[in-house]
């Protein structure tokens, strides 16, 4: 593989997996413009944030078979020319409902991309690599939260808001026509591959009875909800609590993206020295301790603007080191089976997600409170979860080496 070739995939795999997070990152400074076109409150277009994570933890499970069965890049066109659909009735959306289902069916066309983007690096690089190119694709999902809100500031406040929807049906043909001309077929279909419910089922057993698997990425997605906590609730905490303007909240969601961003690819250089295992253990541990502290201060009111701001960028920096070491050994021991394994992959970050959303909105308080307790509570279960299921670990397939980019 040359540089050229694997930066290209680098990439096309990295947007792929970007553009679900970009379609909400967009869209968030845009909540009170909806709210009033809507004649509604921001609370209630919050709803259809919800209904893009339930459409995401729904349709990663329908991908993984086809993905299996079709090979990886027809059910990748379904997937982007439904979201490209649903993009222009979200753009259409004259009521709150309409708003709702649309974004519904955005996401289930969005986790199309990722799931099969997930499975093509287990595909088309080397088990040991897993880890670095997640990594790389962090770097690449990251012009999500450093670019998305900040355009949709600025397109909020210039335009309406429905040209959000326009920029990101522009995104998505862009996207499918980088995978039909440049993104090479990295699994061939295997018409012995069943699509019947009981077979279906059976795969996904067969993904869930591998401790490696269940421990690896049930950590990772309540780890990974510490992110979904944040963007939930920023716009309430930023726009509505410390009373920033749409434009200053774009900004700091940017800077903020940079613990994320910064962090995984810190992990990248650390892991020349240090297993993918040690670096979740530590990750973890991090995450405990800088979000009892936000929930303790929160609880306290120790915290203003700036002290909310540094508690959020250390839980992300927690994340950015424990994404993409979880991805990689959950993935690790699945060859024929990668592509249910990544779609019960992203279910369970999603699932989990979107209880972190739900927990959100239950914890009554006009604070940054609901987001500390969210990010607290996640934390720990994510650490719990590591320290009982590597009991039940007896060969565990490693990801991570001291392997150069496959490059030559």
């Not at 729904?58 to 659909?85: C, H, N, S, T, W």
């Not at 799931?115 to 690096?121: E, G, I, N, S, Y």
């Not at 009373?243 to 993206?257: C, D, M, N």
């Not at 009892?292 to 994340?319: D, E, K, P, R």
Request: hydrophobic fraction near 55%; aromatic fraction near 12%; glycine fraction near 8%.
């Amino acid at each position: 593989m040359t540089r050229k070739k694997y930066i290209s995939l680098i990439l096309i795999l990295g947007s792929l997996t970007a553009l679900g997070p970009f379609s909400i990152d967009m869209y968030l400074p845009g909540f009170k413009a909806i709210a009033k076109y809507l004649h509604t409150s921001t609370d209630q277009v919050a709803l259809s944030l919800s209904s893009y994570f339930i459409g995401i933890s729904a349709g990663q499970l329908l991908y993984g078979p086809l993905l299996d069965r079709f090979g990886r890049k027809r059910p990748l066109y379904f997937g982007l020319a439904l979201y490209i659909v649903a993009s222009i009735g979200c753009f259409f959306s004259t009521s709150l409902e309409m708003l709702i289902i649309m974004r519904f069916f955005q996401a289930v066309g969005s986790c199309a991309a990722s799931v099969a983007a997930m499975a093509m690096v287990r595909d088309l690089f080397p088990v040991e690599e897993n880890a670095k190119v997640f990594a790389l694709l962090i770097l690449v999902l990251g012009a999500s939260p450093m670019l998305a809100p900040t355009i949709g500031s600025y397109i909020t406040a210039v335009f309406e808001w429905q040209v959000i929807f326009l920029i990101l049906t522009i995104i998505a043909v862009l996207i499918l026509l980088a995978v039909i001309f440049l993104l090479p077929e990295s699994y061939q279909p295997d018409p012995s591959y069943s699509l019947k419910p009981r077979p279906i089922i059976g795969n996904f057993l067969q993904v869930l009875k591998d401790p490696q698997f269940l421990t690896y990425s049930l950590s990772g997605a309540f780890a990974f909800a510490g992110l979904f906590a944040y963007v939930s609730s920023s716009p309430i905490v930023f726009i509505d609590v410390f009373k920033v303007s749409e434009k200053s909240f774009g900004w700091i969601f940017a800077g903020l993206s940079v613990g994320f961003i910064g962090s995984s690819q810190v992990n990248s250089i650390l892991m020349k020295r240090y297993k993918s295992e040690q670096m979740i253990n530590v990750s973890l541990i991090w995450m405990v301790f800088i979000s009892m502290v936000f929930l303790i201060g929160s609880l306290n009111n120790w915290f203003n603007i700036g002290g909310t701001i540094a508690m959020i960028f250390g839980v992300l920096c927690g994340v950015g080191i424990s994404y993409p070491n979880t991805a990689a050994l959950s993935l690790a021991p699945f060859t024929k089976n990668a592509g249910s394994a990544s779609a019960l992959l992203g279910a369970f970050q999603m699932a989990v997600g979107s209880l972190a959303s739900v927990g959100i909105t239950l914890i009554k308080s006009h604070s940054p409170l609901p987001m500390a307790g969210v990010m607290a509570a996640s934390s720990v279960v994510a650490l719990l979860i590591l320290l009982i299921g590597k009991r039940f670990i007896k060969n565990k397939v490693e990801a991570s080496a001291d392997a150069g980019v496959i490059a030559h």
